[in-house]
């Protein structure tokens, strides 16, 4: 399994930026994608989580009515569309995978099973 985020960058403070994430290899049904992001020195945290077949997704609050993520089946890929962002967004953003729980979609940080390698979003003030 493979996952390559791109669209990282710099942005003054209220502007917007799409994160995209290709995934490749995987064979289970379903899976869930997860946006994560770690800042310089903090814990890396949990954006948002979407289940790539029916596009069911959920929000951590510091993202809901600033950060979209969605899918493009056809072309195994998920995005995170930023707006409105701020000094405190900078960090790198991860993209993850896991099997999808046919529960309940899930995210978790110690969940994830397949990485990307992250890409920067640096915003200024």
């Known amino acids: 399994v493979q996952l390559v985020e791109s669209g990282g960058g710099l942005v003054q403070a209220g502007g917007s930026l799409r994160l995209s994430c290709v995934v490749s290899?995987?064979?289970?049904?379903?899976?869930?994608i997860g946006w994560f992001r770690q800042a310089p020195g903090k814990e890396r945290e949990e954006v948002s989580c979407?289940?790539?077949?029916?596009?069911?997704?959920y929000y951590q609050e510091f993202a809901e009515g600033r950060f979209t993520t969605s899918r493009d089946n056809a072309k195994n890929t998920v995005y995170l569309q930023m707006n409105n962002l701020q000094p405190e967004d900078t960090a790198t953003y991860y993209c993850a995978a896991d099997p999808l729980d046919p529960l309940a979609l899930f995210c978790g940080l110690y969940a994830m099973d397949f990485w990307g390698n992250g890409t920067p979003v640096t915003v200024s003030s």
């Open positions: 979407i289940s790539f077949n029916d596009g069911r997704s």
């Open positions: 290899g995987i064979t289970f049904d379903d899976y869930a």
